[in-house]
């Protein structure tokens, strides 16, 4: 009886792959009719709420998911190139500069006079603290 050379190894050896591609295929090549099956494991108050928004629009649990997975996978496609630069222009009245931004900045982060005035009257103290005054 003759020794019998596994299949796997000798597919591997021919085309110059890996064992991990082969069953990485063999898991994708158990879905059906381009859908698979899985189980996530979500916060309640998540569920919830995406269960409300198919309620809502009329639609299956499975296809608001996706859409909402695709609409995430998407945005993460476009957040993932190049960053959009600030326009920096010079105030005609003052002379200033003047940086325009993509995105507004919040309420907190929004550089008023007042915050400005904290912030260098912060920093002078803590010079003065380091100065030993």
């Given at each position: ?63 608001e998911v ?48 007042e915050r ?6 912060a920093q ?10």
């Open positions: 009886m003759g020794y019998v050379t596994p299949v796997l190894p000798l597919i591997c050896f021919i085309s110059n792959c890996s064992l991990s591609a082969l069953r990485l295929d063999r898991k994708l090549g158990n879905q059906e009719n381009g859908r698979m099956k899985t189980t996530l494991d979500l916060p309640d108050g998540l569920v919830k709420e995406v269960k409300l928004r198919a309620v809502h629009e009329g639609r299956k649990l499975k296809d996706a859409d909402l997975l695709r609409k995430g996978l998407a945005v993460a496609a476009d957040s993932a190139g190049e960053p959009e630069l600030p326009v920096v222009t010079k105030d005609k009245k003052t002379g200033l500069p003047v940086i325009k931004c993509k995105h507004a900045a919040s309420s907190r982060e929004e550089l008023t006079p400005v005035a904290d912030i260098l009257q002078e103290v803590e010079w003065q603290h380091g100065a030993g005054r």
